[in-house]
């Protein structure tokens, strides 16, 4: 019987084989033809791929059919999926670690940072200074070596002179 086997090329090949041939020994025919080795070599007979130990009977091929020779590459495949990492859930019974919560002091800065409150006669003492050109009600920052208004931008530096030890107020713009 007559078989025909197209190549990658397009070249076709004729074989005279019988029915009872083994796919493997026409892949020899080929890779005698061809020089195309026989673990690279897949035939391919109406869309179904033929192996090796059957033969041309058991998928029913007659004479003047074509077998598609195809070539065995590796890749084509999908990226694998990761797996999700799951936490390990806690085995032992032990309550969870303690988290910060926050506890808000009513009146914490005005009390402890700007007026402070006499506890033997109740007497109120600011610890800034009103800005003079703002007015009252506008209290200045006060920094390491000055104070700032933050609504004028008026800055007065500590200016300590030589010859006394006390303070003076610079003004700076």
Do not use: W
């Amino acid at each position: 019987m007559r078989l025909l086997i197209r190549s990658l090329t397009g070249k076709t090949l004729v074989l005279q084989v019988e029915l009872h041939t083994r796919i493997e020994e026409i892949k020899s025919h080929i890779h005698e033809k061809e020089k195309i080795p026989l673990d690279q070599q897949r035939l391919v007979f109406s869309g179904k791929s033929l192996q090796d130990d059957k033969t041309l009977l058991d998928y029913q091929i007659q004479t003047s059919s074509t077998l598609h020779l195809l070539m065995c590459l590796e890749g084509g495949g999908k990226k694998k999926k990761r797996k999700k990492k799951r936490k390990k859930k806690r085995t032992t019974l032990r309550p969870p670690p303690k988290t910060h919560r926050h506890k808000n002091i009513p009146l914490f800065p005005i009390e402890r940072t700007i007026y402070e409150i006499r506890a033997k006669d109740g007497f109120i003492i600011c610890h800034r200074r009103t800005c003079p050109k703002c007015g009252p009600g506008v209290l200045m920052a006060s920094h390491e070596n000055r104070e700032y208004c933050g609504r004028c931008h008026l800055s007065l530096f500590h200016q300590q002179s030589k010859s006394s030890p006390t303070r003076a107020m610079v003004e700076m713009l």
